[in-house]
């Protein structure tokens, strides 16, 4: 037995959905999301804990088996898929674990200019989100794969805020290198985290995969400091935010590296699409979910979707739009950006409806990550936004609203980064 039998394991704290103030409403789908979220026990795979460490099998092997299960299997097969990602979180965990990360590194979590830095305690689970994952390495296959074959022989890939595992890449590595099929030559990567822990936990992955000729460096900075040089990188991949497009610094850091990628560079996303819809919280996180075996775009009730009113877009980013982002500094600290404007159509009188912000993601041409997908997918409610009632009690920050009038949403990118919904005139 190792000295850190005792360790908890973490909250899930990127995936929950406790923005709803009513836990009931909630229950039932964060009952589901654990579910999913959480690793398979022992007794539901060929072995137990004590047999990861004695089994034949290794970080490596355990990666080349989960990559290989999502990039040749044409099919999505959940069970299948989460069996295999489980086993490789388990080796990626005890290589955590054993490697001497001060206690107090491993939970450190703080608030930069640009948004939450998460601990390396609250980031390990990411593998385990298997349709993110899924959407992330075939994406992330699909351009390395154009990239090398027709564009360019040597690429350089840049992982911002890649956490303490790399998780949509690093196995991925691995499974290049066993089967031979892209050399260190043709890529090399620079993995970046602010979290002293998180590189540590890199480094420890890298050796025990022994992939240490793709990575460029690892650095432990501010990834809105890194300076590699105008159009110098070929492809980025970021993955630094939550339900909703809030608290994690994605657009600040997206908007640094963009500047940084060369005539032909690209993003990993290639598109993130956040609208704003009008929906019935009681339905919409409760009951459609009451008799659901998994959470996902595809379990949504469709009467769901039907009840649901889609008020438009508010962001949508790419590597050109992050280019042109129209900013409002209010002052030194304070950066808004413009962001959509919707309307709030007529509600006849029973209608109870609040405001959701929901996330797509494009990884690369057909990889998509729908609502309810993912942790980072899921649909965040907006209480603040009052329809067509006044509350019983005032809550500070309430924007009163009725049928007829505007919404126009500013991003705020400091502090705590998400999204500012303010009135204006509407036209109805
Ligand atoms: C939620 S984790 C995401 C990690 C990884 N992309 C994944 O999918 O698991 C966020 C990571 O981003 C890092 N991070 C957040 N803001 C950062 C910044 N400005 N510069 C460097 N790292 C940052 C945190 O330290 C944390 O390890």
Redesign the pocket.
Known sequence: MHKHTQYQEPELA?FTVFDIPDAATTGMLNELLRQQLSPNLPSQQTQSNDDVERSDKTLMSCAVDAIDELLTNPYFEREQVHSKLSELFHQQKRIYLETPIEEELRKRQFI?H??L??S?DN?IT?QLDDIRVRAFVRGIHAALQQKINTENSNIHVVY?????????LMPLIGFYKHHQIFSATQLQITL????PG?VQSLSALIEEMDISEYIQDVLC????QYDNGTNTIDLVIL??MQHGFSR??QL??ARHFSKQLNVNGSFIPQKIIVSAHLTNLQQEFGDQWCDSEFVSESDMKINMAQDRIVLGDILTVTAEKLRNMKEVVLDESTTLIECGTVQIPFLSENEEKSIILSTKVQTWDNEWIGEYDSGITHPLPDQNICINFKPKEDKPGDLLLKSGDGLKFYYRMNGLPGFLPTWIAGDI
């Open positions: 990127e930069t640009c948004g830095v998460m390396p980031c990411t911002p805020a890649c956490g303490p595992f790399a998780p949509l970046i985290d602010m979290q998180a900075m501010d990834a809105t993955e630094a994690e610094g600040s850091i």
